[in-house]
């Protein structure tokens, strides 16, 4: 059903007079992008930025969720599936079902299989040149993992309540930095760069009301359409009574199918299905010559 409805929505797009053909379902490809969501409010007024991933890699996909990624304090991070959370710890503590879990400062966690990371609170950002000196008297980060999820870590565990640990070093507590991942490191930059632009125009404050960073199945997928050419051509020529055109649509899946793009695409374009397999297709020429001299 869900594919019938998507095949309707862009049967429509291209207009009552066309209908699609030369679609397989087998043939579409699957694949994850990863999405990076801020919230910037300067002077109350709020400013979106939203970056998309392009998909490297389209393959058969069976779940959405992200890349392994590294935590560090001092923040607190709420689990929202705390009972399909799992804790891997030293010695195999058994944590039981676990809601909260607070890394002290110098704490590193290993999250594995969360469909998103979501910002719980609003912070303030300070210009980078005072960051330094307001690190310490910043309130403590609160992030939510959304999906059945997994933490590793080595480190020292106090348990503060019913579903609530505290994570802390052995060491002497230093700030981390993930820098495993260049894609962070690209957005910290641009999002200090906005900021500092932003706290040039600012005369009040600037916060970051919304962090999230999740992951979309997307779907791609290539069809023809046949449209009906009434009354296109003169009376003198011959007059097809259908043309053929073909195109590519990418799709976000969720709990129906919706377009991101829709573009036409030729026979000499790689990404058709049927040139990826090297199999010849006389339905891939088009419908009528250009020009009523050409055979």
Same mark, same amino acid.
């Given at each position: 059903? @869900?594919?019938t409805d998507f095949k309707e929505v862009i049967a429509k797009k291209l207009g009552a007079k066309s209908t699609?053909?030369?679609?397989?379902?087998?043939?579409?490809? @699957?694949?994850?992008?990863?999405?990076?969501?801020?919230?910037?409010?300067?002077?109350?007024?709020?400013?979106?930025?939203?970056?998309?991933?392009?998909?490297?890699?389209?393959?058969?996909?069976?779940?959405?969720?992200?890349?392994?990624?590294?935590?560090?304090?001092? @923040?607190?991070?709420?689990?929202?599936?705390?009972?399909?959370?799992?804790?891997?710890?030293?010695?195999?503590?058994?944590?039981?079902?676990?809601?909260?879990?607070?890394?002290?400062?110098?704490?590193?966690? =290993?999250?594995?299989g969360a469909k998103a990371v979501v910002l719980r609170h609003p912070i303030e950002l300070p210009p980078s040149?005072?960051?330094?000196?307001?690190?310490?008297?910043?309130?403590?980060?609160?992030?939510?993992?959304?999906?059945?999820?997994?933490?590793?870590?080595?480190?020292?565990?106090?348990?503060?309540?019913?579903?609530?640990?505290?994570?802390?070093?052995?060491?002497?507590?230093?700030?981390?930095?993930?820098?495993?991942?260049?894609?962070?490191?690209?957005?910290?930059?641009?999002?200090?760069? =906005?900021?500092?632009?932003?706290?040039?125009?600012?005369?009040?404050?600037?916060?970051?009301?919304?962090?999230?960073t999740s992951v979309q199945t997307m779907m791609k997928m290539a069809f023809g359409i046949e449209r009906r050419?009434?009354?296109?051509?003169?009376?003198?020529? =011959?007059?097809?009574?259908?043309?053929?055109?073909?195109?590519?649509?990418?799709?976000?899946?969720?709990?129906?199918?919706? =377009?991101? @793009?829709?573009?036409?695409?030729?026979?000499?374009?790689?990404?058709?299905?049927?040139?990826?397999?090297?199999?010849?297709?006389?339905?891939?020429?088009?419908?009528?010559?250009?020009?009523?001299?050409?055979?």
């Amino acid at each position: 059903k @869900m594919i019938t409805d998507f095949k309707e929505v862009i049967a429509k797009k291209l207009g009552a007079k066309s209908t699609i053909v030369d679609y397989d379902f087998s043939d579409s490809l @699957m694949g994850q992008a990863t999405v990076y969501e801020f919230g910037l409010d300067v002077d109350g007024k709020v400013f979106p930025l939203k970056f998309v991933e392009d998909v490297k890699n389209w393959k058969s996909v069976d779940s959405s969720v992200l890349e392994p990624f590294d935590l560090s304090g001092p @923040m607190e991070l709420w689990i929202q599936d705390g009972q399909d959370m799992r804790l891997s710890l030293p010695h195999d503590v058994d944590a039981g079902d676990v809601k909260k879990v607070v890394l002290s400062d110098g704490a590193t966690v =290993t999250v594995r299989g969360a469909k998103a990371v979501v910002l719980r609170h609003p912070i303030e950002l300070p210009p980078s040149s005072l960051s330094n000196h307001l690190y310490l008297a910043s309130p403590l980060v609160s992030l939510r993992i959304v999906g059945p999820s997994s933490l590793t870590a080595r480190l020292k565990v106090k348990r503060l309540g019913p579903g609530q640990l505290q994570l802390s070093s052995g060491t002497w507590p230093l700030s981390s930095i993930n820098e495993s991942d260049p894609k962070l490191a690209i957005l910290q930059q641009i999002l200090s760069n =906005t900021l500092d632009a932003a706290a040039e125009k600012s005369n009040g404050s600037t916060r970051l009301t919304h962090a999230e960073t999740s992951v979309q199945t997307m779907m791609k997928m290539a069809f023809g359409i046949e449209r009906r050419l009434d009354n296109l051509f003169p009376a003198w020529r =011959t007059r097809p009574e259908v043309s053929r055109l073909h195109f590519e649509v990418l799709a976000k899946v969720e709990e129906e199918l919706k =377009t991101e @793009m829709l573009k036409q695409v030729f026979p000499d374009s790689a990404s058709e299905p049927d040139k990826r397999s090297a199999r010849p297709r006389l339905d891939l020429l088009p419908m009528f010559p250009p020009s009523p001299f050409t055979l």
